[in-house]
Every structure is written in C-alpha cells, then in structure tokens.
C-alpha cells in the first residue's frame, strides 16, 4: 500500500520544487515522503503517534529526551548482487534491525527506510523513559499551570508504569526563579529537554539561556546579566513540555480545561500572526499562537499577548455620546447621519429609485442598498468638507463598508485619510507595518495608495477652513498629528473603541469593538486573508462596527422621504458577496470557507508599492515581489 | 619477580630509564623524530596504509580499528580536517597517557605530526584534562621545543607544510572524554556529546569539519607503526589485537603500576599474581575490573564458556583469560582502557559499587534522560543501602534500573554507568541482597563509607 504523503509545507517564498519522494514502512505500512523527510513527522502523516519531549517540529532536534526511540532497519542487500534479500519465513523483503533503538527525531527518511514503533522494546524504553523522567518530578499537576496540556503528563499516563518504584528522596531544585520580566521558572519540574534554549539561541537570536551544573542536577539559568527578556520570551512557555517555564501573567489564574479556545489574529504588525484566544464566560486570559507554517510557525510576540486588556481598559468607550451627552445609540446614529448628510449636502431626490427604497427594508439593508445605490456621485454635492479617517486597522468587511460609505457620501480620494503606523520591525514577527490590515485597505479600494505617516494634508485643509467635518474610524488623530486646536476646529464623528482626544472633541461617539468582539478577516503582508472570530461576547454599550458602518450606510443611502432604516444586520456574509462581486482580488471568495490557515491572494500591481516591511520570519520583500510576479505571467 | 614475563616495551621503550627526560635533546638523542622526518616525504595515503595493514585498535576505550577511524573521514567536503589528541584520561583505574605525556611528550608529538601529516591535517588540538596541569605544562613545552626545531609550526622540515599543535586544558569533566562532549567542550561549549547521526566526528566534528579523535596512546603507536611498518607491527600482539597494550592496574595487590605487555599474549592472571605480584598479606582476590571501572567486573574464581572458530566451545578460567579486546569482550567485559582495579576479600561490593555510582552520577552531563535519571537513581539507592536502610528488593529494583539505561543514551556513558551495576549484581548478587544484614554487623569505629 502506498500512499502519497502530503508533503511538508515548502518555505512561502521559495518557489516549490517537486520533492524527491522515498517510500518508507512505519509499523508495516509503506508511505512515500521526501527524502531526508524527519521519521517522527513522517510517522504522523501515517498515523502513528510517537511520543516526544524534546523534539519540536521548528527546533533543531536535540535528541535529548529519549522518549522517541524507535526500531529502525533496512532492506538487507545480496552482497553480489546489491539486490533485496528475500525473508522465506515471509516471502517479504528481509530487513536488517539496528541492534539499539534509534531516536526517531534524528531519523533522517532513507529508501526503504523501515519503522517499527509497537514493539517490546520500544514499549519498554518508553516505559523506561517515563519511570526516569518522573523520578525527580514534583508530580504537582494539581497546583500546576500545564496541568491539562502538559506533555509529561499525557505521556505519563499512556506510556508509564502507572505506580512508582522510587522511594528515594527527590532533588531539590529552585522553585522560583524570575527568568525575565515574563517568565517564571519552576526548575523542579524541568525535564531539560532544551526547548527553551533552542528557541532563544536559534529563533530569537537572543542566546541567554543554558544550563548550569550537571547530570540530574543540571538547573536551567539566565546568562548573567542577561535576563530572558525579549519581546519573544513567552513562546519558551508556550513550548515547554511541562510546568517549568510559566507566564507571570498566566500563572495560577485559570485552568487551561476551563477556557473556549478561539482562532484570533495578532493586530500589532501587518505579519498576522495567527493566534489563539482562551477565554471563558466572557474573560479573555491568555492569548498564544497558533501554528501556520507559512506566517509565524508556531511564534508570537509576548507584546500581542496582553492586547485583551485593552478590552477592559479605563478608556474604553462604553456608551454612545452626542456632543459629549450619553445618547442612545439610535439618537448618536441619528446625528451622525445628519452631520454626514449635511457636510456631504442633501442627496438629490430624483436620484432615489423606489427598488432602492425597498431593499432599505431587508435584512442586508445596508449592503444591498449600497450595492444597488445610484451613482454617489450624482447624488451628493459639496464633498470637499467632508473629510475621512480610515484605518488599516480596520477589517477587510469595515474598510469594504467604509469605503462603500464614502463613495455614497462622494468623499473624493484626496479626502480619505489612511494613517500609516510605522516602527522598526524586529526580523521575525513583528514589522516596520505595525497595523494589520494595510493591504486590506488597498484591495478593498478604501485606499488608492499607502498609507502616510502624518495627515498633512488633512491639517492643512483644516486650517484652511476647508475641511469642516470628519468621519474617522479608529484613529487617535493626535498621534497622527492633528493639534488639539485643528480638532476644535472641525465636527468629528468618532467611531472607535478607546478615548482619545479625537473622541473627547467629537460631536458623535459611537463606541465600537474590539478584535476580541468581533468577526472578520484581515490581509497580512504576504498578501494572505486571514479570518478570525470573536473570543467574547462584546462588552455592553458597544456596537459591533459592521453594524455600525451598515446603519450608516443605509441611513445616506436612503431617499429622504423613504422609510427610516431598518435595523442594521450583522451581515458579514453578504457584504462579502458584495465584496466578492464588486472586487475581483476577492472573486469567488466566501467569508466562512476562508481556510484556518488563510488564503493567499493575487494583488496583481499592488504587491509592486513600496511596502514598509523588511525581512521577516517568512517573508522577503524582493522574493515575495518576484514570485508575485511570476505567478502573474 | 624470577617468574614475571618479560614486558614487551614499545611505548615505554625509554621510560624509567636512567637519565631519560622529557626534554627534545633526549629525544633525539634516541633516535626521536627520525620516523617523523622519513616519513614527511611519502604520501599521505601511504602512512594511512601502514596504519590500515597495523590493525591499530584504539586504545582510548572502545578499541575501533584506527585505520578504520581514519578511512571515514569525509576527505572530499574541502573543509580543513582536524585531529584532537583525547588525552582526557578520567576513567577512573587509567593512568597510562598522564605517564606518556609527563615521560615522554614527544613521543606524543611525534606520533600526532605523523597523523597529522597522514591525514593532511594542519591544525591538531591535544585536549588535556584539566587536573593535569603539569602534563600541560610539559606539553607546551615539548610543542615549544618542536617548533623551534621545525617538527612543527610552518614549514615542516623543508616540506612546504604546515601544522600546528594546540593544548587546550580540559575544564575538568568525565564527559570531556567522549569525543563528542570534547569536541564540544573545545569549541567552547558545554560538553554535551552530540546525536550521531548525523554529527559523527569524522564528518561534522570540531566546528562541522571533519575530525579525527585519537587517544594519547593510539597516536604514540603510530610513530612505531610508521617506523617499523604496518605488517611487521601486526605481528606483534594476536591477530586482530595487534601491538602492545598499557595495563595500569590498581588496587589491592602487592605491585600496581602500568605494565607494557603485547595484546593478548598476558593472561589477566599472570598479570596480577606473577606481574603484580598477587594480593596483600593475608588477603585473597575477589574481583578485577578490567578496562577502567564502567567496564563490566570480574570475579576470581569464574568460569566462562567461549565459542571457538570451528563453533565447539572450550572453558576458560577467569586468571586465564588473555588480556585482549576480544577475548574480553567474549567474557563480557571489555578491554577498555587498560586500567585495571583490584580488589581482595577486605571489600564490600556493595560499598563499591555505592563508589562507583556516586562517581557516574556526578560526572552525568544531565542531557540525556536515562543517563541523567538512572545514574542518580542507582546512586541513591546504593548510598542509601551504605547509609543502614537497604532492602532486600534494592537488588532486583537496582537491577532492573541499570537495564533501563544502556543502548538508550546519545552517548557511552548509558553503559558506562550502567554496566558496573549489572555485573555487579549478576556476580556479587547475594552480598547485594544480604547486605541489611551485613551492614547491621559492621564495627561502629569503621570508617565512614562515601
């Protein structure tokens, strides 16, 4: 039986070469791999689940724990004729077994490579392994962090004896020692299988971890005044087999049993990196990554981890404001429409056409008018005072719908504002592009170009006086660079979810949610759309943008002496049939059948801009250019 | 000793001699550095044939055929190869390449340019133990000596070759003489002994070249081996246990001292009561460790059964067993690294054996699991058994602990921890067993045991 394995995800940028397969047999099944292929990945791709500690499918293999072994053999050959040797007692190929077991982690896929997992032998050394490394273990799980998703523990209980032997007195070891501001180590149940040092010499490049002392008294340290640091440090928790690398902020507060695992995305940097969120009734404890080969592996950023607190944070904007009153939320829609309406000037009432008029009434009010809308720019006159804020910060469905909002209101491109968000990028995964959705921006056609650094021209056309007044969606403009008096100057309307002097000079607030809250997709900077749903429910007096974009969209759309609007959708699906119809870089896509891992898309001439970003993790600018280049011819 | 057989010195040839220093003129004066400059002109495949035809085995421990060692090297990948002299002799009962190099370092030398020059090697590292400051001292000395000479350095006699030797002092740790851990250890890491595959020395050693490591005395033997020729070598010694071999034995009996006999043509018991001349007053002998102590022990007085070539077998004494790889290995032991521990009736084995593992223990670099866990584990048990609280299941548990470790490891020492308390157990297993009892009689003025 031979079957075609799924081969090993290539690196993104290199274009993928046919890899040369070789069958191997893992417990007498035969399967093809590519050659030099890992033995303990390919015994996944069979089915076969070989127990390891120190291995880790983006390290280095150390070879260390021991808890892999496996019998190895290979066809044994005629010495004349270099042929296969025939068993009779099987009529099959004779294999020659290595006499030792052989660590599957440093097992290289060979021809007629041969596997057996199942035996005695590997039963025993399993057992043997597991007796050992539980001999100087604490056995603490009920008071541990990792308890529920800790290696140890799960291999202990399918492959260890069940009872022990040992009636000696434990080592004693440090128990809590402040490896860096993030970090807690527990050195009692550290199994030093060396992850964590591999991750920090070979990933993080910030070699400050290593072992001191020796054999079972080996104690794992920082380097001396090196504390373990880096904005990557965390991902050391999140690798370590067993309890002993903890997070500070994690520690002691949940059970992992009890938290909903959520898929997320990491907002700090246009890398996307995939995350998860884990939550339970509503709270958000922790957030760590979640694998995608061809973004962030298996990394994050300790930075990105803490971004649920922004959820409950003292400036959160919890109720809507109508010239800094608390309103409703229908009265701040209201006056939001006016002040939109009366920048933009009255629609023409000619222009209105009574099927448009109608579909105001569906459920996908706002999409459906929107897609159905006259010519915006006959409708409305005077656009020059009205002036967008949009955010690369922003979903791929809101910038669809703001941009939807600003050709229905005939905001002129030289009066959509995109604020970029710069800073050095780290090399891995963080990026000079610290927003996550720049090219969003641009594919949806919200923008026509990259963002700019500072709204120049949108302060100068407010001291002109030209520039009277401004939807801005998320923003904080003073750290774009307006000055408080330039804020005074024009009517804001604020959509947003945190106070900023923006929000505090708006004449409408209307509060809006989180990443945590919400629902939506964003474009990383390999041009590859991401999806991710919300961990919790949104906090009370918050709105989810999408519904927020839609009323208003509906609201200008609407003929003046149509119907009032109806109540806005949560529609994500059908603004992405809007999308898909009216964008051609989304043809054909569906918001529920983007895959996990994301779906690569073909920006045609937008991947020639001059992106912001260097090298990271898995991306080269030239590269990644060149191959978008050729994937067009 | 009228009844001694005569020690066959090759090693030693000068060594205690009246007036021999470690000094260059001495050297040369006895004909040093003659091989070396005969030799410079042959072809590097040449020397390595002599080498091949010798049947050197190691002498380090595990006695892989040299020539073998040396026919691995990845001699293709156009990186520099490198040679490392492994002079950390720490196995405990080994005291033989300290002597070389305290008696006679250029021997040494010698021996390491001809390898050098044999496997176009331009950069040589002798990797010394740590404890061994003075040998460090004679060698940088002796290499200061050669240079000035042009044995060594640039330019090697006129042959427009180059090749430099380095001492590097080891920062004192057993692993350090795993070639892999001294690699390691030498390029200035922890001496955590690699995985092989894929970082066998002789491909991707000392920074990723190729690499030979060869013992102190390996290397001292093919000075000879290139003097004399590889046949006429091979004639020395027994089949396939070509040469002389080093015995240092140590312990209870009348004469210890590293004897120099030709591989296989002493029996162990002729080496202990006629050369080492027999126990103490008194005493009887009760065990021999043959090659340094994780080498399987042997007790007085044991038969085995060994098969001949034509597959019938014969029955050999323990005293007669010949003092050759082979031989021992059929035994179940192992030739090792030469040194010989004794000991007579005064011991307990258990008391030993409680040295033995807190000496394994301590000197277990922690890597890998079985090692790491196991050498402790049967520490403790065996300490505690010394301490008065032995049990009479610590002798099946101890055992079952040792056979957990050995074929598990990324390096020899699973069994070289391992082994001590497997025979240890299959040979003196009653003392393990009755040992509460044993332990309740012992004198209160006794000394303390650990």
Redesign the interface.
């Known amino acids: 039986m031979t079957a075609p394995a799924a081969t090993p995800p290539a690196p993104a940028a290199a274009p993928a070469a046919a890899p040369d397969l070789v069958t191997v047999n893992i417990d007498g099944h035969a399967l093809a791999v590519p050659r030099g292929a890992n033995m303990l990945e390919a015994a996944r791709l069979a089915g076969v689940d070989i127990p390891r500690y120190c291995y880790h499918p983006k390290l280095a ?7 892999c ?1 496996v019998e190895t053999g290979a066809p044994a050959l005629d010495p004349a004729t270099r042929q296969p040797l025939i068993d009779p007692a099987t009529g099959g190929q004779k294999i020659n077994w290595m ?3 052989q ?1 599957a982690c ?3 896929a060979a021809p007629g490579l041969h596997l057996r997992t199942t035996t005695q032998a590997v039963r ?2 399993r057992e ?2 597991t ?3 539980l ?2 273990h604490p056995l603490d799980c009920p008071i541990c962090d990792k308890a529920g998703e800790c290696l140890l523990q799960e291999q202990a209980a399918a492959h260890g004896r069940g009872c022990s ?2 009636i ?2 434990k ?1 004693v070891k440090p128990k809590r020692t402040q490896l860096g501001p993030r970090v807690m180590l527990d050195d009692e149940r550290c ?2 299988c ?1 992850r964590c040092i591999r991750f920090t010499r070979d990933i993080a490049k910030q070699d400050v971890l ?2 001191i ?6 104690t794992l340290a920082c380097r001396a005044g090196r504390p373990l640091a880096h904005n990557y440090s965390l991902n050391t928790v999140d690798i370590c087999p067993v309890g002993a690398l903890t997070s500070t902020d994690f520690r002691f507060k949940m059970r992992v049993w009890f938290l909903k695992q959520t898929d997320g995305i990491d907002t700090e940097s246009s890398a996307g990196v995939n995350t998860t969120v884990w939550s339970r009734e509503g709270v958000i404890y922790r957030i760590t990554p979640r694998r995608n080969d061809a973004v962030n592996d298996t990394w994050m950023p300790d930075s990105g981890r803490i971004l649920h607190k922004q959820i409950r944070a003292e400036n959160r904007l919890l109720a809507a404001k109508v010239n800094g009153q608390p309103a409703g939320l229908d009265a701040a829609l209201d006056e939001a429409v006016r002040l939109l309406k009366k920048a933009a000037g009255a629609p023409s009432r000619s222009d209105g056409s009574p099927g448009a008029a109608a579909t105001t009434t569906t459920a996908d009010a706002g999409v459906a008018a929107s897609g159905t809308a006259p010519n915006p720019q006959s409708a409305i006159r005077n656009p020059q005072s009205l002036h967008l804020v949009a955010s690369t910060r922003a979903t791929v469905e809101e910038q669809y719908l703001a941009k939807k909002l600003a050709d229905a209101l005939a905001i002129p491109a030289a009066a959509r504002h995109l604020p970029a968000h710069l800073a050095a990028g780290d090399g891995l995964l963080l990026t000079a592009d610290r927003a996550p959705n720049t090219r969003g921006a641009l594919l949806t056609g919200l923008a026509a170009g990259l963002p700019a650094p500072a709204l120049a021209a949108l302060a100068a056309d407010i001291d002109a006086g030209r520039a009277r007044t401004l939807l801005v969606i998320n923003e904080d403009l003073a750290a774009a660079g307006l000055t408080a008096a330039q804020l005074a100057r024009v009517r804001i309307i604020y959509i947003g979810t945190h106070a900023n002097p923006a929000a505090a000079a708006a004449r409408v607030v209307l509060p809006a949610r989180t990443v945590f809250e919400k629902k939506g997709s964003f474009v990383n900077q390999q041009f590859r759309l991401q999806r991710f749903d919300p961990a919790i429910p949104g906090l009370a007096g918050t709105t989810d943008d999408l519904v927020l974009l839609a009323r208003l969209l509906a609201a200008v759309t609407a003929p003046a002496a149509g119907p009032a609007p109806a109540a806005a959708p949560h529609g994500i699906n059908a603004i992405w049939r809007s999308l898909a119809a009216d964008t051609p870089v989304f043809a054909g896509i569906e918001y529920a059948t983007i895959p996990p891992g994301g779906l690569p898309l073909a920006p045609g001439p937008l991947a020639a801009l001059p992106f912001p970003e260097g090298e990271s993790l898995h991306y080269k600018p030239q590269l990644f250019q060149l191959a978008k280049t050729d994937a067009e011819k | 000793m009228p009844d001694a057989p005569q020690q066959r010195r090759i090693i030693f040839q000068h060594i205690d001699e009246p007036g021999y220093t470690p000094g260059i003129d001495c050297y040369l004066r006895h004909g040093g550095y003659e091989t070396l400059r005969r030799a410079v002109t042959r072809p590097p495949a040449e020397l390595r044939d002599e080498v091949k035809k010798s049947g050197l085995r190691g002498r380090g421990g595990a006695g892989f055929p040299c020539g073998v060692k040396w026919g691995l090297v990845d001699r293709k990948s156009g990186k520099p190869i490198y040679l490392i002299v492994n002079a950390d002799e720490s196995e405990p009962g080994t005291f033989k390449d300290r002597y070389i190099i305290h008696q006679d370092p250029h021997q040494l030398i010698e021996g390491v340019m001809l390898s050098c020059f044999a496997n176009d090697v331009k950069q040589a590292y002798i990797y010394i133990r740590g404890e061994m400051p003075r040998g460090a001292r004679i060698l940088e000395n002796a290499i200061a000596e050669a240079r000035a000479k042009n044995f060594a350095g640039p330019d090697i006699l006129g042959t427009g070759r180059s090749c430099e030797i380095h001492v590097h002092r080891g920062a004192g ?1 057993y692993i350090c003489g795993e070639e892999t851990g001294l690699i390691e250890s030498l390029e200035g890491k ?1 001496a ?1 002994p690699r ?1 092989k ?2 970082y066998f020395p002789a491909v991707l050693g000392l920074y990723q070249c190729p690499t030979i490591v060869n013992n102190v005395e390996t290397l001292c033997h093919v000075k000879h081996i290139i003097a004399m020729g590889g046949a006429e070598y091979a004639k020395i010694g027994t089949p396939n246990n070509t040469g002389t071999r080093i015995f240092g034995v140590s312990g209870h009996v009348r004469r210890p001292g590293a004897y120099e006999y030709e591989c296989g043509k002493i029996t162990l018991g002729r080496l202990l009561y006629d050369v080492c001349g027999g126990p103490l007053p008194g005493r009887e002998l009760k065990a021999v460790i043959p090659g340094g102590s994780s080498a399987k022990v042997l007790r007085f007085g044991e038969k085995f059964t060994l098969k001949n070539k034509d597959g019938s077998t014969r029955e050999l004494a323990m005293e007669d067993i010949p003092l050759d790889f082979d031989t021992l290995a059929a035994c179940g032991t192992m030739g090792g690294s030469g040194g010989l521990i004794v000991m007579d009736d005064s011991v307990s084995m258990v008391e030993a054996l409680a040295n033995i593992n807190a000496f394994y ?10 090692c ?6 049967m520490k ?2 065996t300490a ?1 058994m010394v301490r008065g609280a032995a049990r009479p299941e610590d002798a099946a ?1 101890l055992k ?1 602990v040792a056979a ?2 050995p ?4 390096c020899a020492m699973g069994e070289g921890c391992a082994w001590p308390t497997q025979s240890f157990l299959a040979k003196f297993g009653a003392e393990f067993e009755n040992y509460y009892e044993t332990r309740q009689n012992r004198p209160a003025d006794a000394l303390p045991l650990i």
Do not use: Y
Not at chain 1, 61 to 67: F, K, L, S, V, Y
Not at chain 1, 213 to 218: A, C, E, Q, Y
């Open positions: 293999p150390a070879g260390n724990c021991r808890m072994l006499p030792r077991l660590i440093a097992t290289a025993d050394a043997a392994v007796e050992f490394l001999v100087n032997r040992f000696e007195r080592n199994i030093l060396a290593g072992f002392d020796r054999g079972s008294h080996s | 740790a922890r955590n995985i595959p894929p223990a301590h000197e277990s670099c922690g890597q890998c699991t079985p790491r866990e196991g050498s402790l584990w403790k048990i505690r548990l079952s957990q470790i074929g598990r490891t990324i």
